[in-house]
Nanobody, 120 residues
Framework: QVQLVESGGGLVQPGGSLRLSCAASGTIFSINGMGWYRQAPGKERELVAG???????NYADSVKGRFTISRDNAKNRVYLQMNSLKPEDTAVYYC??????????????WGQGTQVTVSS
């Protein structure tokens, strides 16, 4: 079983920064991709930033130029650096990891979420 634990959320003023971290543990054979999603009250969960095993990234239009996703593969960690935060960024942020196994099965795992609140 793979488990993901997010950390780094909190309350920040508009224009401030936060760095989220997601640590993966368990039986991990290969990570195909990692990403950050968020869900605000009354809204669907949306992709914020994605990172493939090859290093390609993609971002939601609303966060381009402000957020950066990165990884430390040796530690099975993925980060989300969030700068110039806006109140609209307020949401619960979840990390997601896609794992492949030796029998070529693919599984997705989710963290428990970490709250990010941007308010003055």
């Amino acid at each position: 079983q793979v488990q993901l634990v997010e950390s780094g959320g909190g309350l920040v003023q508009p224009g401030g920064s936060l760095r989220l971290s997601c640590a993966a543990s368990g039986t991990i054979f290969s990570i195909n991709g990692m990403g950050w999603y968020r869900q605000a009250p009354g809204k669907e969960r949306e992709l914020v930033a994605g990172l493939t095993s090859g290093g390609s990234t993609n971002y939601a239009d609303s966060v381009k130029g402000r957020f950066t996703i990165s990884r430390d593969n040796a530690k099975n960690r993925v980060y989300l650096q969030m700068n110039s935060l806006k109140p609209e960024d307020t949401a619960v942020y979840y990390c997601n990891v896609e794992i492949s196994t030796p029998d070529w099965s693919v599984f997705n795992y989710w963290g428990q979420g970490t709250q990010v609140t941007v308010s003055s």
